[in-house]
């Protein structure tokens, strides 16, 4: 060790107690396009399909939020990024901040390979407050051509600097190395550290053995000497490779966000991963003891479980924020276009509006919501009331921006009689592939109703956000999808769009369902029965643009459903936002 290290160190951990750790996913997965990743991208980015309010740099490649982090009063948002080009590869830390997690200031790249110990790539990571209010990042580093992934740290330069623009990676690195029983290509994404009782650090890290999913547990004195557990936090057969591992306590009781140390009997674990397999994230709820943690008996525990979002919504990671005691979840949805269309329009990825996560009073799924700063967006506002839609009617919402548009509605019904039985031979496990087959244009009893987002004029082209219930016994299923594949009259050559869906568990006693649709340009994040459940899709329009497109509310099901309320707002552009 050399004299700079040690005077580091003794600078970050000097302090009685150590830290707490934020980790994401690493994209190992990305297809890497090597004769792509560093061409040019054109001098005039295409414009069309940008978002509006959503968070993207100027041109090229994003992809996962990186330690997320509220220090003296900033939010900083780092996230992987292709300095040279709309495709994954070169990846590099960017940094942007924010005081109000809307407008963002863009800063230089924060950590790019430099170092024997991440020589081959710096991947996606965590920021976390040690003690004495010092910010560390720890990352995925890779070492060699063979991929072989070890877990890096890096400290600010100078803690006097508001924004933390220059940070420093020391010597002593890497922190972290696989032993001989792990797959060292599959050997990634540490977690949120906490705090045991025993004043011992505890962190976890995604892999796979074989099949299995494994969230690897390692434990520190001193922050920098990690020794690996015995037995696993957590791990599940035939699930692959897990990636970006989140694990943090909830409440259960109330809104409120816990610091990721806390530990008491008013709380629940959470345990999210991403299943490079499926391409989408799935959590359980359980009981963290002994340094093991155990599902509830009510959680799937694997592919069928359940997600944060059902859509395009991948690589998350969330944050404790001390300034308004609530957790934050950040998601990334990449885009749904081909590869060549990337090139050519200079930009991919975008990261979804951050969302307040906390657990549902019943206590078997979290909820979401976006975070309130979203609202300062708002403009132009329109109300409808009491409106009635008969089978087959539309109303269209008029009088905003509906391209970029804010959309919370209440839809009320007399009956639960005309709920369609729900047919033995589906899968109550796969949403998606029974909203394909039950589309928003296909007649139903109670739904389809919802909105037509992104609509031309004549209905050429629209994605549908709809309800649809079914009776199964004695019970009734609600569900949800948001339909990509009528987004565009554009060959689709290339591009992926879906009928994603889900399930929402909700109580309905009331004869009432809520959908909140945040529209921009080519997003549609919705949110059902006030955040049970969320779906994000990726839609690239032809006709609907600009001010072309048009927001309908409809109805395709034999049963009369009602607006109750409906609120809709123009979104105007953040005064900042990476430009």
């Not at 906490?194 to 004195?221: F, N, P, Q, T």
């Not at 057969?237 to 109330?254: L, Q």
């Not at 369902?513 to 949110?527: A, C, G, K, Y």
Request: net charge positive; with cysteine; charged share 20%.
């Amino acid at each position: 060790m050399n004299s700079l290290t040690t005077l580091i160190l003794w600078v970050f951990l000097s302090s009685s107690a150590l830290t707490t750790f934020i980790i994401n996913g690493v994209e190992a997965s990305h297809n890497l396009y090597m004769h792509l990743q560093s061409s040019r991208p054109p001098v005039n980015v295409n414009q069309l399909h940008r978002t509006g309010y959503h968070f993207q740099p100027p041109r090229n490649w994003i992809n996962d939020p990186n330690g997320p982090m509220y220090y003296n009063g900033i939010y900083h948002l780092f996230y992987q990024y292709n300095p040279k080009g709309a495709v994954w590869g070169n990846i590099v830390w960017a940094h942007s901040v924010s005081k109000d997690l809307i407008n963002w200031k863009t800063l230089p790249n924060a950590i790019y390979p430099s170092k024997p110990f991440d020589k081959y790539g710096c991947w996606s990571g965590s920021a976390t407050i040690l003690p004495g209010n010092k910010p560390v990042i720890l990352y995925t580093g890779i070492v060699d051509e063979k991929n072989t992934q070890v877990q890096n740290y890096a400290v600010p330069a100078n803690l006097s600097d508001p924004y933390l623009r220059e940070w420093i990676k020391p010597d002593n690195n890497p922190l972290i190395v696989a032993d001989k029983s792990i797959n060292k290509t599959a050997f990634r994404d540490p977690t949120t550290a906490w705090l045991g009782r025993d004043r011992h650090w505890r962190l976890s890290m995604g892999g796979r053995r074989r099949h299995r999913g494994i969230a690897y547990l390692y434990r520190s004195k001193d922050f920098i000497h990690w020794v690996k557990a015995k037995h696993p936090l957590h791990s599940t057969a035939r699930t692959g490779n897990w990636e970006c591992p989140d694990f943090f306590p909830v409440s259960v009781s109330g809104k409120n966000g816990l610091e990721t140390s806390v530990m008491d009997p008013n709380v629940k674990h959470v345990l999210k991963v991403s299943l490079d397999v499926t391409r989408y994230e799935y959590y359980t709820l359980g009981t963290y003891k002994n340094d093991k943690y155990i599902p509830d008996k009510n959680m799937i525990d694997g592919w069928n479980g359940l997600r944060y979002d059902y859509g395009n919504f991948y690589a998350s990671k969330s944050f404790f924020d001390p300034s308004k005691n609530r957790r934050i979840l950040w998601g990334w949805a990449n885009e749904s276009s081909s590869t060549a269309d990337d090139i050519k329009k200079g930009w991919a990825g975008i990261q979804l509006i951050p969302r307040t996560i906390w657990l549902d009073s019943s206590g078997k799924q979290l909820v979401q919501w976006p975070v309130e700063e979203v609202e300062t967006l708002r403009g132009k506002k329109v109300e409808l009331k009491n409106k009635k839609l008969v089978k087959g009617e539309r109303i269209e919402i008029k009088g905003i921006t509906a391209a970029q548009a804010d959309v919370d509605v209440t839809f009320l019904f007399d009956s639960l009689d005309k709920a369609e039985p729900f047919d033995p031979s589906w899968d109550r496990h796969d949403a998606q592939k029974l909203c394909g087959h039950k589309g928003s244009t296909v007649q139903g009893g109670l739904g389809p109703f919802g909105l037509l987002t992104l609509a031309s004029k004549n209905l050429e082209e629209y994605t549908p956000v709809f309800f649809r219930v079914f009776k199964d016994h004695d019970k009734y299923l609600v569900l949800m999808c948001s339909d990509a594949s009528r987004s565009t009259l554009r060959d689709g050559a290339g591009a992926y769009r879906p009928s994603f869906a889900g399930f929402v568990d909700v109580d309905l006693t009331e004869k009432k369902l809520s959908l909140r649709s945040l529209i921009d340009n080519s997003v549609v994040e919705s949110f059902g029965a006030r955040g049970k459940t969320c779906i994000s899709s990726r839609v690239y329009p032809t006709l609907a643009i600009y001010d072309n497109a048009h927001l309908y509310a409809f109805n395709n099901g034999t049963q009369t459903v009602k607006i109750d309320s409906l609120n809709a707002w123009s979104m105007n552009r953040p005064l900042q936002m990476n430009n």
